[in-house]
């Protein structure tokens, strides 16, 4: 059986790959990725010389591409990480934003529905079973306050070009459902971390930035709060919501651990101080910098649901995560 997996060589979708590959040894993977300047080709090292893995350096743009693809290995289901997903990238460009992750998720959801389904509501005999698991992410829900946590039942409420353009794709993944009986199941995460994550982002900026004896910038006044997921619990959580999940269905996944950025500053300082120590404490380098446009002050999920009709929850706490985080990105950036 072949899946298709889009955005597989980023960190999400490298992550989960190689985890889902070695839990279904007999399960095919083509995993399409445009490799922008988040795809890295070497977060799949692990597996290249696997039989039953094949990269396509494609973009989901390309309807065309798409549907040849269909037609070579007539996928039997579709995970969908692809997207950009950097909200100040999206302040500076967002026409990037809207073309990826609309118009390129539309297309996926379009040529698989004609691949799967006869009409509405009635599928190709050989796809009875055929699913569509579309990613996604809390920021569709926008900004909460000192309390409170997003549940599959919070209004859209997204306060970026980013997560604007998420929501528009999980509202067409939605009327998929809705309108042709496709069977679609989206996950909203909250922000992950972990091994293999863009430089970029946020925890590895500050263990870059530590170890090179730059400043580590810290938007505002560092109070800004995120519920932190390890990517390898993510990954499992996909792979319950893809497998066992109901069709139309969402399932939000969080890790149970609000932090705030200046606290996550502060402990990855801590373990560098343990691990790597220098005449001073990595801590006095953090520098608060000019907060960016619209940051959402908090979001936090309630993953209820997908604990309970699923049987998923998350193994590391964030204590323990950022350790291993930690120790990955001082192998790379010292090895």
């Not at 040894?25 to 039953?52: F, M, Q, R």
């Not at 530590?210 to 499992?236: F, M, Q």
């Not at 220098?278 to 649901?305: C, L, M, N, W």
Request: with cysteine; aromatic share 14%.
């Amino acid at each position: 059986m072949y899946i298709l997996i889009t955005g597989g060589a980023g960190f999400i979708g490298s992550n989960f790959i190689v985890y889902f590959l070695n839990k279904y040894p007999l399960i095919k993977i083509v995993n399409v990725d445009k490799l922008t300047y988040a795809g890295e080709l070497s977060n799949l090292s692990e597996i290249d010389s696997y039989k039953n893995y094949t990269f396509i350096k494609g973009d989901i743009c390309d309807r065309t591409l798409i549907e040849n693809l269909f037609k070579e290995y007539n996928f039997k289901g579709i995970i969908h990480f692809a997207a950009e997903t950097h909200v100040d990238n999206s302040i500076k460009s967002p026409d990037e934003f809207i073309n990826t992750n609309i118009l390129g998720s539309f297309n996926l959801l379009d040529v698989a529905k004609n691949n799967w389904m006869l009409a509405p509501n009635k599928f190709k005999d050989n796809h009875q079973t055929s699913r569509f698991l579309h990613i996604s992410t809390d920021e569709v829900y926008g900004a909460l306050g000192e309390t409170g946590l997003f549940t599959e039942n919070t209004p859209y409420a997204p306060n970026s070009p980013y997560s604007a353009s998420k929501a528009s794709s999980d509202f067409i993944a939605r009327s998929y459902y809705h309108t042709y009986g496709f069977n679609v199941v989206t996950t909203n995460c909250s922000n992950n971390y972990g091994p293999k994550q863009h430089d970029e982002k946020l925890i590895p900026t500050i263990i870059r930035k530590a170890l090179s004896g730059e400043n580590i910038p810290i938007y505002g006044k560092g109070t800004n709060i995120r519920d932190w997921l390890y990517v390898l619990d993510h990954c499992k959580g996909i792979d319950l919501a893809f497998n066992k999940g109901a069709a139309g269905e969402t399932y939000n996944i969080g890790g149970k651990n609000e932090r705030d950025n200046l606290y996550i500053a502060k402990i990855i300082c801590n373990i560098l101080d343990e691990i790597l120590p220098q005449s001073k404490s990595y801590k006095e380098q953090i520098t608060f910098v000019e907060d960016r446009p619209g940051h959402d002050f908090r979001y936090a999920i309630d993953a209820t649901k997908i604990e309970q009709e699923l049987g998923w929850n998350a193994k590391e706490n964030f204590e323990t995560g950022i350790r291993k985080t930690v120790y990955w990105y001082v192998n790379k950036y010292q090895g």
